[in-house]
Structures are given as C-alpha cells and as structure tokens.
C-alpha cells in the first residue's frame, strides 16, 4: 500500500539559511499534519491542514510557514534556520480530519550547522 | 499545557513473555487515543487505536485497554518477539480543535531473545 512519501530525508543547513520540505500525503488522503520531533523527545505538533486550508496551528515558529496545495502535497518552508531546527520532522496524512488514523511518513532529518 | 505522560520510560522483557506499557492522560475531553511504535530513524507506525465509548480493543498480537475513571491506557503485546524492539508512543487528541495528536513520552522496549 502506497504511503506518505517525504523529501529530502535528509538536509544539511548552515545557520540563517533557507530549508523547505515536502509531504505527499497517501493517496486520498486531505489532511496533512506536521510534527518535528527532537532528539529523544515525543513528537509536537506544529501546523495541519485540511481540503488546502489551514486547520490548525502548534508551536510552529514565526520563521515557518506553510501550505497545502491543489494536489494536496504539504510544504514547510523554514527560514532563519538555527541549531535548535535540528530535528526530525514528520508529516502524517488522514482522510477527513475526524478521528481518522494519522499514517506517518519516514521523516526528514534536518540538520543545522 | 496538558500532555499525555507514560509511566516508565525503559521495558526489557523476555522473547515470548507479553508485554505491558502504560499511559497516562490528564485530560478527561480526550475521546481518541492511538499507539504508534517507533523504530530508529523512522517514523511512528500505527499499531492500534480506541475511541471514548470503548474500553478494549484488540488486533493482532496487541490489546489496548482504557480506564476513563482513572485516565490510563495501556498497550498490551503477546509473545514479544525481538521485532517488537521499539519505541512506543500513546497519543491523544483531544476534541474542540482540528484532530492534532498530543504525544507522550515514549517507552523503550527492549525485548531480549
């Protein structure tokens, strides 16, 4: 069965650069949730979005942003990056946003030097 | 804020012995719980999830058990096998805002052949 593809899986950034990451969500799915999960910690949510509109914001900083667009595909883009972005980041996909089993891709890891 | 909380953060146990980990959540609105086991440098996998109106669930190898009187669940394994080695994560969401998923601290398991 097709699941949520992510890329990079993985990224190196030096400090105050630019990175952006992508999530296609399992086919049919039209929720997408991103979480960044540090070293050794749970995951936290940090922004979702249902049928292309934001549904919902977390500790996601200033400096991120992102969007769902028309083929339902996820991009968080993240700018001034600092040490402290250094995490993995995930993104899950559902159908409908109700109480709908949240599938996990495989993570981005993003690095910043 | 809220969070849902485990008990124990490191579970060994012997290859073919069940398994045991515990959750506990703090907030009684919370009406869908999920567990998710999570293997090094991927993403969480669903396992089994329960709604409120339930209190066991099971699938294959795996029980869930909520208590809504004293706000605990529980993930049940039998015979562990050496591919249970994981993390295990419980996760709530909690009801009034999009279906973001609120994580506790994983439990390690270790399982010992």
């Known amino acids: 069965a097709a699941g949520v593809i992510q890329s990079p899986r993985h990224l190196i950034k030096e400090k105050r650069e630019t990175a952006t990451l992508k999530c296609y969500p399992i086919?049919?799915?039209?929720?997408v949730y991103w979480y960044q999960q540090g070293p050794g910690q749970d995951p936290q949510f940090l922004i979702s979005?249902?049928?292309?509109?934001?549904?919902d914001k977390g500790s996601i900083p200033d400096r991120f942003s992102a969007q769902q667009f028309s083929d339902y595909h996820s991009e968080l883009n993240m700018s001034s990056l600092e040490l402290g972005d250094s995490a993995l980041y995930f993104c899950?996909?559902?159908?409908?946003?109700?109480?709908?089993?949240?599938?996990f891709g495989p993570g981005t890891r993003l690095l910043v030097l | 804020g809220e969070s849902v909380g485990l008990h124990l953060p490191t579970l060994s146990v012997q290859e073919g012995d069940n398994s045991i980990i515990n959750c506990a959540y703090s907030?009684?609105?919370?009406?869908?719980f999920i567990w998710y086991k999570q293997e090094s440098g991927k993403g969480p996998q669903f396992i089994i999830d329960?709604?409120?109106?339930?209190d066991k669930r099971q699938g294959q190898r795996v029980t869930v058990l909520l208590n809504k009187t004293v706000k605990h669940l529980s993930l049940q394994i039998a015979a562990t096998q050496p591919g249970d080695s994981a993390v295990y994560f419980c996760?709530?969401?909690?009801?009034?805002?999009?279906?973001?998923?609120?994580f506790g601290k994983g439990t390690k398991l270790t399982v010992n052949p």
């Open positions: 899950a996909s559902s159908y409908g946003d109700y109480q709908e089993t949240q599938y």
């Open positions: 086919p049919r799915h039209d929720t």
């Open positions: 979005f249902y049928e292309k509109m934001q549904s």
């Open positions: 907030n009684s609105a919370s009406d869908y």
């Open positions: 329960i709604r409120s109106n339930m």
């Open positions: 996760a709530e969401n909690i009801p009034g805002g999009s279906e973001k998923l609120v």
